[in-house]
């Protein structure tokens, strides 16, 4: 249970199985945890949201063509930076970053966006460092 009181709040733990799961969809439920919409108490301007663990991320799936067509761009900085990685060697290099970064984008732009993030444990594989905090399993179907 959350308390408006900063010193008062009990984070749950909560698990997510990414296996044949679509990215988006995902994303969606992740960041609204990872906020706190699912409490009563909920306020944009505090932090009360949930720590979430999601495992099996290479596994996450795209609807339709995406998996071919979709493209992460960032720049360098520098002249002719622009940086393109396709989602599949995004998806074998870094397992975790397609869904930190749909996540990411899916969080409220403000100053509690970095500390929100943090929450957010990936792993590509079924195992996990957290299991003395007991995450409670959630199906996002």
Known sequence: MVTKNKSKI???WYLIDAENQILGRLSTKVAQILQGKHWPIYDKSRDT???VIIINCDKVKLTGK???Q????????YLGGQKKIAFRD???NKPTQPIKLAVWGMLPKNKLRDKII???KLFSGSEHPHQSQN???IDIN
Not at 70 to 77: D, E, F, L
């Open 118 to 120: 943090l929450r957010l």
């Open 90 to 92: 995004m998806l074998k």
């Open 49 to 51: 949201g949930d720590f």
């Open 66 to 68: 995406k998996e071919e």
């Open 70 to 77: 979709k493209k992460y761009i960032h720049h360098t900085g």
């Open 10 to 12: 009990n984070r749950q």
């Open 135 to 137: 995450p409670q399993k």
